[in-house]
């Protein structure tokens, strides 16, 4: 189904129709719904994933604006349509999944960060020597994404912007594996409600859906 | 509810202000920006950018007063005046297009910027220094330090109920006459004469079926993200190009900063030049457009 974002039609893939507590994947940088394969196969209820704006089967946003800010209300959209549910974000996902934990976190009793494309973004702190790239970009092509999404690459977040959404968010379930995590990720970490886990994206989920049920 | 619309289309004229001697449109990401243009084709080429809800026309005094020296090119930034409105905006690419429109130009180019478009002139000059000659930021020095009344996470939440009411309304209500938006840009602009306010307005609105509505697109109106005034000063230690600083003396709603504020950000510029133009306020070169050409001219003769 396509939901409106602004004036962005965006991709709202149903995974899965069971009675239960409801999941909403949200992919890495220069991904797609498709990505998240049978990982939430076991999941205990209605499973949605979204494509991003510019990603897989969404539209581009006119005039290339994107940010995590604008990505989180792309999820909040998604939200809209579904209701209360758990998120699970890789790469650029995982950071709009932490701002959406805390900024909605009525709605959203857990999200699972997980690793991928876009996770660092621009780092902590402005780089005032490269902040505007001289990037020439062209049209979309069929089945690609838009080339203006690797401004998603580029954007600051700071670890003092982070630390209040970690504060705020219900509960936050981290995958690690011993590779470096940025800045905000270490905020994530240092929430209250953090949980730190190594395992793979489905038994994360697995985990995930474990303490939805237990919760629901 | 019946609204009486009055369809007074004729162009309102001004004392100095002249319609631009040509139009163009540039390509930016996608998207039509539109350009107006006064002087000779063939002079050395000054771009204009404007400030936040504004439009190139705003330009209509001051740039025939640069247009004997140069090539004067205004443009409507993206959502604004004519150009196209955007799926979403971000200083990113507002910023972008100012660099694509130099880009256009093909010649290094004096880049003056008001409020808003001062700032992402700023940072097109440090971004492309070689299609910058020289800057000038009319009181273009952003806000003053953010106080956070709420949370982040709970102005977040204001930014996300605000984004899902957007896509419910979209459009600004529609005004019955263009003096009810006369009306509206004077409590912005208290010192402009009433003929001086119908020109802006009458540029920065179309009459529809229903009435007058501004043009300026309201999507840009909601944002929110990490930026901090506090990096303004830090992004300025790294510009190559000389800058003029041009504030009014008269405090409104939008300016100046305080002075400790704006000489602790404007101490980062290498080469800095400072210009206070007396009774005028945030709108330097609407509310005194002869002084605010000559400090130009004068800055880029040095």
């Known amino acids: ?216 | 509810m019946s609204l009486r619309i009055v369809v007074d289309v004729t162009e309102p004229s001004f004392p100095g202000a002249v319609a631009p001697q040509r139009r163009t449109t540039v390509d930016s990401l996608g998207l039509r920006l539109n350009l107006l243009e006064w002087g000779d084709p063939e002079a050395s080429p000054l771009v204009l950018t404007h400030g936040m809800w504004d439009h190139a026309r705003s330009f209509a005094v001051f740039a025939p007063l640069l247009a004997d020296r140069f090539r004067v090119i205004a443009v409507d930034a993206r959502g604004h005046g004519d150009s196209a409105w955007a799926g979403a905006y971000s200083w990113f690419t507002d910023v972008l297009d100012v660099i694509n429109v130099l880009r256009w130009v093909g010649r290094p180019a004096v880049l003056v910027g008001h409020s808003k478009g001062g700032g992402q002139a700023t940072d097109a000059a440090r971004a492309v220094p070689e299609l910058v000659t020289k800057l000038v930021s009319i009181d273009g020095f952003g806000p003053p330090s953010l106080i956070d009344e709420q949370p982040l996470p709970v102005r977040f939440a204001e930014f996300l109920d605000q984004r899902r009411r957007q896509v419910q309304r979209g459009t600004w209500r529609p005004y019955a006459s263009l003096d009810d938006l006369v009306e509206r840009r004077r409590a912005q602009n208290p010192r402009l004469s009433r003929d001086w306010l119908r020109y802006l307005a009458f540029h920065g609105a179309r009459v529809e079926s229903d009435g007058w509505r501004w043009k300026a697109d309201p999507l840009m109106a909601h944002a929110i993200g990490p930026w901090r005034p506090e990096w303004i000063g830090p992004s300025y230690a790294t510009l190559r190009v000389p800058m003029l600083a041009i504030t009014g003396s008269e405090s409104d709603t939008w300016g100046p900063l305080p002075e400790p504020v704006l000489a602790e950000r404007l101490q980062r510029v290498p080469q800095l030049a400072r210009c206070t133009i007396r009774g005028a306020g945030h709108f330097v070169h609407i509310e005194c457009p002869a002084e605010t050409a000559q400090a130009v001219l004068d800055f880029v003769r040095s």
């Open chain 1, 1 to 216: 189904m396509h939901i409106l974002h602004g004036r962005v039609a965006l991709a709202l893939h149903e995974l899965s129709r069971r009675d239960g507590p409801a999941l909403l994947l949200l992919h890495a940088l220069f991904g797609s719904s498709a990505d998240w394969g049978e990982a939430a196969a076991t999941w205990p209820g209605a499973v949605f994933a979204l494509d991003f704006a510019g990603h897989g089967e969404s539209e581009s946003v006119l005039g290339g604006a994107y940010c995590p800010e604008m990505l989180a209300g792309d999820a909040d959209a998604a939200l809209a349509h579904i209701g209360v549910a758990a998120i699970a974000g890789a790469g650029v996902g995982a950071y709009v999944a932490l701002l959406l934990a805390g900024a909605r976190r009525d709605r959203i009793p857990a999200a699972l960060l997980l690793p991928g494309d876009g996770l660092a973004g621009g780092g902590p702190l402005p780089d005032f020597d490269r902040e505007f790239p001289s990037f020439t970009v062209g049209a979309r092509a069929p089945g690609e994404c838009d080339p203006m999404v690797q401004a998603l690459d580029r954007d600051v977040r700071p670890v003092e912007y982070a630390e209040p959404f970690a504060r705020a968010a219900q509960r936050l379930l981290l995958v690690e594996d011993g590779t470096p995590r940025p800045p905000w990720w270490e905020a994530a970490r240092h929430g209250p409600s953090a949980t730190v886990i190594h395992t793979d994206v489905s038994a994360a989920l697995q985990h995930l859906g474990a303490t939805q049920i237990t919760d629901h």
